[in-house]
């Protein structure tokens, strides 16, 4: 199975060239993999973030604080009898 590749181009600092190069040669790799690998992270974690977020607004099975402190409060109660 081949992956199809898009071209971009984007711009560097020297300094941030350099230091790619750099590890690109010490992990015997591309700096395109090195950048296709940082990108595929920051999609990943957005992606992952999002489920996140839709995950705490869903309240279904949930219990307000309120109504936690109010259901420990009933507990003690029996307990203590």
Known sequence: MST???RTTI???VEQHEKLRRLAFEQRTSMAKL???AA???IEDEE???EGL???SDTAGTMTWEQYKKRRAEMK???DL
């Open 35 to 37: 950048l296709r690998d």
């Open 54 to 56: 839709k995950a705490l």
């Open 40 to 42: 595929l992270e920051i």
């Open 11 to 13: 711009f560097l600092t």
């Open 77 to 79: 109660r029996r307990d």
């Open 48 to 50: 992952d973030i999002r």
């Open 4 to 6: 199809s590749l898009k």
